[in-house]
């Protein structure tokens, strides 16, 4: 059973992802993008490839799927929905998300993770937060290092 890491801790899923217009007892649904309706509540299943809209932005949630271990399009998509689109509902990765790559979701953006069967969600959590300061700006620090660190003169 795959593993969901929400806000650096291993908790309960309790959204499904169906594929289409599916009724699920007792859990909350993810759908994919062609059957997806804003005012439905359901949250949003989109491919890495997808194209921002600012409709998306009323689901409550939108899972973004990394088809492939090296197709980083998903987290540029991350980046646009947060920063340019202003979405501040849950964003989840899914799909082929390996645990080593987690800190570099976060920085782009996602609060959740669903880790395929097979993958160590200790590591993952230990890779979470690996360096203590970085240079570049991301959407949790808009600010590159050269703007945050005060110099004395």
């Known amino acids: 059973m795959p593993t969901l890491i929400k806000h650096d801790k291993i908790t309960q899923d309790d959204w499904e992802l169906v594929e289409a217009q599916t009724p699920v007892n007792g859990a909350r649904r993810i759908v994919p993008v062609d059957a997806w309706l804003p005012e439905s509540g359901d949250g949003l299943l989109l491919p890495g490839d997808a194209e921002p809209d600012a409709r998306f932005c009323e689901a409550p949630l939108i899972a973004i799927n990394f088809a492939v ?9 991350a980046v646009l ?15 082929d998300v390996h645990p080593e790559l ?7 953006g996602f609060d959740s993770y669903l880790l395929p069967d097979g993958r160590s969600a200790q ?3 230990s890779t979470l937060a690996p360096y203590t300061d970085y240079y570049q700006a991301s959407v949790l620090e808009p600010n590159p290092s050269h703007r945050r660190i005060r110099r004395f003169a």
């Not at 271990?69 to 998509?77: A, E, I, T």
């Not at 340019?84 to 849950?90: I, K, L, N, S, V």
């Not at 987690?102 to 782009?108: E, G, H, K, S, V």
């Open 102 to 108: 987690l800190y570099y979701l976060n920085r782009c």
């Open 81 to 95: 929905l947060r920063t340019r689109f202003d979405f501040t509902g849950e964003l989840r990765a899914v799909g």
């Open 123 to 125: 590591t993952a959590l």
């Open 69 to 77: 271990f090296s197709d980083g399009r998903g987290l540029s998509l």
